[in-house]
């Protein structure tokens, strides 16, 4: 007879996921995925001025901080056909990027490494041995004995105070985990460095932005002006501190991540072949090199898979209303006069309807209504987004930098490209282009600096700036990949002002409920035939949804069962 097991939350950090998985004989054979939260930043936006729109939805999340504002600027701007000037274009890419690096890193070591090392078998390692192994993968100068030593000991002391501190609460001892000793030392090191790197690159977002978490956007452009003498503009100095930026994150990545990502796939080869989920994936693209109206030059090439056809890429379009709709036939919202059908985003409605348990409760109401996330689709097709979707469709679509750096890391692993579609191919694919994009981001730096030299300095275009210059209507999107996969706003501006707004976010394309034909998403589907080996210790299922870094927080806001805001927080 069949168990049900609950994983609640399952995120770390980021928003609240429920996750219920039905296991039989060792194995998931049914499973369901729940954003508990409720979101309500349609609601929030409606009546507002359409260039304000950015500075709300930015604070979607504390971690995708930077791409909702650029999705957010990238609609008004298709709405009201403003093109922005190249050195806008670099600095949003260069602003893209930094989140990217920041974000992938801190997910691996912080979000998703302590599913594969264990903490406390490191207390038994030899630092000698440690030192040995981390010469032998990189040249990484922090390598000595009495470094992982030192290391060692710091986690020593936490775990005899009894007070594991972010350590806490983890399944340590599980059977599950498969490092030796001497690599989960090393593994657990590089997750304290890594604490301490990644508050450096998103330097970058104050240099240009003005601050991290959430930093300035501006529609036509970028909020600051370029000046090589000016003390008060984006002067030779500070271009400088971003070339050191970029050199040092080039190397964390080549030195310390890509190596132990490697280095700990290599003792899980069996799951590559775990965690598969959908065949279908979604890429909206980004990071462009001839202005962003122009898709067929981005370095994320934009497009679809289906049936994991390497052999042929469809073509996606932001416009098209065939292409993306959102069902609500087990999400708690209702559609006036639609019913639990779809609607496009332009149509899009946002009326909650609760019909579940008030929490606590001991399981979810499958059947019925059990999730605060809607189902999008795209061609009526589940579709799974993120880094994976990302190097498939690149790697597809003949990218050259993708399949060389695909080709390398399959070599090292010796595994065929197949074995992308799994757990740990997912979690591989974060880690290559994390490595991808270190090396765009000196791209766009130095195309950057190359226009300045010639007397470029633009960073705004004004025209049509003004409201009364806009059209009584207009419809925009605006496309992106934020780091967990294909991020959309789509808006209607009436009268000047936002009529209409809808965010579709790449968790709701992944942790949603299932569509009105009982399709599975991303998340429920990946579960399938999972292993388990404890049920009360479910190692596994945390290892395949966090594969896919999910992060509720722009999917769903806080309220309580009967729709109050239990808290309102003034940004303007």
Not at 88 to 95: P, T, V
Not at 322 to 346: C, F, M, T
Not at 407 to 412: F, I, S, T, W, Y
Not at 451 to 468: A, C, K, S
Request: proline share 6%; aromatic share 10%; with cysteine.
């Amino acid at each position: 007879m069949a168990k049900r097991i609950v994983v609640d939350p399952i995120t770390r950090i980021e928003g609240h996921l429920r996750v219920e998985a039905e296991v039989d004989n060792g194995k998931i054979v049914d499973a369901y995925s729940s954003g508990t939260m409720v979101r309500g930043f349609e609601i929030i936006l409606r009546g507002r001025d359409p260039r304000d729109a950015w500075a709300f939805t930015e604070r979607a999340c504390g971690v995708c901080t930077t791409v909702h504002a650029l999705a957010s600027v990238r609609t008004v701007e298709n709405a009201l056909d403003i093109t922005v000037p190249p050195n806008a274009e670099l600095i949003r890419n260069l602003m893209f990027c930094a989140q990217y690096l920041q974000d992938h890193v801190v997910h691996f070591y912080h979000l998703h490494a302590l599913d594969w090392v264990d903490v406390v078998s490191a207390l038994q390692a030899d630092p000698e041995e440690t030192a040995t192994i981390a010469r032998s993968i990189s040249s990484w100068p922090k390598s000595s004995p009495n470094y992982f030593r030192d290391v060692q000991n710091r986690v020593k002391t936490l775990v005899e105070s009894g007070q594991l501190g972010i350590f806490a609460n983890a399944y340590w001892g599980h059977p599950a985990y498969k490092l030796p000793a001497e690599v989960n030392l090393l593994g657990v090191t590089h997750y304290l460095e890594a604490l301490e790197w990644q508050k450096e690159i998103v330097k970058v977002h104050t240099v240009f932005g003005g601050k991290n978490p959430h930093p300035n956007y501006l529609v036509g452009g970028v909020p600051c002006s370029i000046n090589p003498d000016d003390a008060m503009a984006i002067n030779a100095e500070r271009l400088a501190m971003v070339g050191g930026l970029i050199k040092d994150a080039m190397e964390f990545v080549e030195k310390v991540y890509l190596p132990d990502l490697l280095a700990i796939a290599s003792f899980y080869k069996e799951w590559f072949a775990i965690g598969g989920g959908l065949t279908n994936y979604l890429c909206y693209g980004d990071l462009p090199t001839n202005g962003y109206n122009d898709p067929s030059n981005f370095k994320f090439p934009r497009g679809a898979i289906l049936n994991r056809n390497l052999d042929a890429v469809q073509e996606v379009n932001g416009d098209d209303p065939d292409q993306v709709r959102e069902y609500i036939a087990h999400s708690w919202y209702k559609y006036q006069g639609n019913g639990d059908g779809a609607l496009h985003p332009w149509d899009g409605e946002t009326e909650f309807n609760y019909t579940g348990p008030e929490p606590p409760y001991d399981h979810l109401n499958v059947e019925g209504k059990y999730s605060w996330l809607k189902t999008p689709r795209w061609k009526d097709h589940p579709m799974e987004v993120g880094p994976l979707a990302r190097m498939l469709v690149a790697y597809a679509s003949g990218s050259d930098d993708v399949k060389e750096v695909v080709g390398e890391a399959l070599a090292k692993l010796d595994a065929p490209v197949t074995a992308l579609f799994s757990t740990l191919g997912r979690t591989a694919a974060r880690g290559l282009e994390t490595r991808l994009t270190a090396h765009w981001m000196k791209e766009f730096y130095e195309m950057l600096l190359a226009n300045i030299r010639n007397g470029d300095t633009r960073t705004f275009n004004g025209d049509r700036w003004e409201p009364d210059t806009w059209p009584k209507e207009a419809k925009g999107v605006g496309l992106s990949e934020a780091p967990r996969g294909a991020l959309a706003h789509w808006i209607v501006i009436r009268d000047k002002k936002i009529h209409n707004y809808q965010l579709v976010v790449p968790s709701t394309w992944n942790a949603s409920p299932r569509d009105a034909k009982g399709q599975r998403s991303a998340y429920e589907a990946s579960l399938m035939d999972t292993p388990v080996a404890q049920a009360d210790q479910p190692l596994e299922i945390l290892r395949t949804v966090h594969s896919f870094d999910p992060c509720i927080a722009c999917a769903v806001h806080l309220h309580d069962p009967q729709g109050r805001h239990l808290n309102r927080i003034k940004i303007m």
